[in-house]
């Protein structure tokens, strides 16, 4: 099954902020990665958290992260149109190096 | 920042054939790459980790002789798809990095796919 969980859609409105969430399930996932994915395209790093880190804050990407609860999020305030995507949490096996991803959560804006 | 280019974007190829997809590290030496294979309206699926000078290592259930991984060089990776069925039109993905593993200085970085598509 799907080490890393998250919501499959989301809709929100134009100038409005976009939290999108994500489960994992490995404790010992040292980073924790958000992709953004255009059509058609490749995967994008947006940004990043290392595990000892509660947030982080790239202009308008904050990205929290709760460790007890496993549970990562990332915020995209003011949303705008081209911010329209698929959204892929993921996590990093430490013991391979390998990222398991999520389904990806596709955020469609409404004007 | 670094960047991995990816080629062809896209391609369509007759049953029966084979279709090699290149990837490229083009300002940094990628001492490691990782093939993904995206299904529609799902997650990525890593198909196996290609590291520089040896075999790649392929995740259960991918066939090895039929998606054929080349590392020959720190910048240059190469899957090739043999004797392509119409099941393995897809849109497949590669990333690198230069991390050593158990280092983990630098996120992966992706090239932007290629649609193969078999008719």
């Known amino acids: 099954g799907e080490d890393v969980e998250q919501s499959l859609f989301l809709s929100v409105r134009e100038g409005d902020s976009s939290v999108i969430n994500c489960t994992y399930t490995d404790s010992s996932s040292t980073y924790l990665y958000w992709y953004k994915q255009e059509p058609g395209a490749g995967l994008q790093l947006l940004t990043y958290i290392f595990s000892n880190m509660d947030m982080k804050q790239d202009q308008r990407l904050t990205v929290l992260l709760n460790k007890k609860d496993k549970h990562l999020s990332l915020r995209i305030a003011d949303t705008q149109t081209g911010d329209s995507a698929i959204y892929f949490c993921a996590e990093i096996k430490p013991r391979d190096d390998k990222i398991i991803f999520g389904k990806g959560t596709r955020l469609h804006i409404l004007p | 920042g670094a960047v991995v280019s990816q080629h062809p974007s896209w391609v369509i190829c007759k049953s029966g054939t084979s279709v090699k997809i290149e990837c490229r590290s083009l300002d940094f030496q990628a001492t490691t790459m990782f093939w993904y294979r995206q299904f529609p309206k799902q997650s990525l699926m890593l198909m196996a980790t290609?590291?520089?000078?040896?075999?790649?290592?392929?995740e259960q259930g991918v066939e090895k002789d039929k998606f054929l991984i080349n590392h020959a060089s720190l910048t240059l990776s190469t899957l090739t798809v043999t004797s392509a069925h119409p099941e393995d039109s897809s849109f497949y993905i590669c990333?690198?990095?230069?991390?050593?593993?158990?280092?983990?200085?630098?996120?992966?970085?992706f090239g932007n796919g290629t649609r193969l598509t078999v008719t």
């Open positions: 290609s590291n520089e000078g040896s075999k790649a290592t392929y």
């Open positions: 990333s690198a990095n230069s991390r050593m593993i158990g280092s983990y200085n630098s996120p992966l970085h």
